[in-house]
């Protein structure tokens, strides 16, 4: 899990008022420990890779790989958000998921893998259409399934508690792992351990909440 603790940062992240600002509200420090842990995550997904053999092996590669590009692509859009860098994170999904889809054609021969690796390519190309097609209408709203790094989630939550003025003066740490978000520490009230799950639960990719802060 990612702890950060609010208190210690909260001068830095104050200035985050909306989703769009987070890229006022991340520190440099902070994007690129984002980006290490990215690296360290396909390094764990490509180890566990090595048990496989053949073309589950290559199957199995293209997903780490693929991950990897849509939560850099994610890192970007949230650290330097803008039309250019949305559309980069669905051109990113396209990508990865043709990839795959291609690697899985091998598991065919034939007229069937000819048929299999053309879909992929035609369901990369419809994607990265509708990618522009977004873009152009200047639409900035996540696709479905978009993968959001914890990481990323913690620094939104954090900021959307810090614009939350009756918890300005709470001592509470976010964890994420894998969408579920854990609230610790203390708070003055229980409407304030309330209002602070509240929060959290409204921040884009956050799945669950989970309640253990305590009161002062």
Do not use: W
């Amino acid at each position: 899990m990612n702890k950060l603790n609010i208190s210690l940062a909260a001068f830095i992240l104050a200035v985050a008022c909306s989703e769009g600002a987070l890229a006022q509200g991340m520190p440099e420090t902070e994007y690129k420990a984002h980006k290490e842990k990215i690296s360290a995550d396909l390094k764990t997904a490509k180890s566990a890779c090595g048990s496989m053999a053949g073309n589950q092996n290559d199957i199995c590669m293209a997903e780490a790989n693929g991950k990897e590009k849509i939560a850099r692509a994610e890192l970007e859009a949230a650290y330097m958000p803008s039309g250019n860098s949305h559309y980069q994170v669905r051109v990113a999904r396209a990508e990865a998921d043709a990839s795959v889809a291609k690697e899985r054609c091998d598991e065919q021969t034939g007229a069937a893998k000819t048929a299999c690796v053309k879909d992929a390519r035609l369901t990369e190309d419809s994607a990265k259409a509708d990618a522009k097609k977004r873009m152009k209408a200047g639409d900035t709203s996540p696709t479905a399934g978009e993968y959001i790094d914890d990481s990323v989630i913690t620094a939104k939550v954090k900021a959307a508690i810090l614009e939350e003025p009756t918890l300005k003066v709470a001592e509470i740490n976010v964890e994420t792992y894998k969408g579920i978000v854990q609230l610790s520490g203390f708070v003055t009230s229980q409407d304030s351990a309330t209002k602070a799950v509240e929060v959290a639960g409204k921040v884009r990719g956050v799945t669950t909440v989970k309640n253990d802060m305590r009161l002062k």
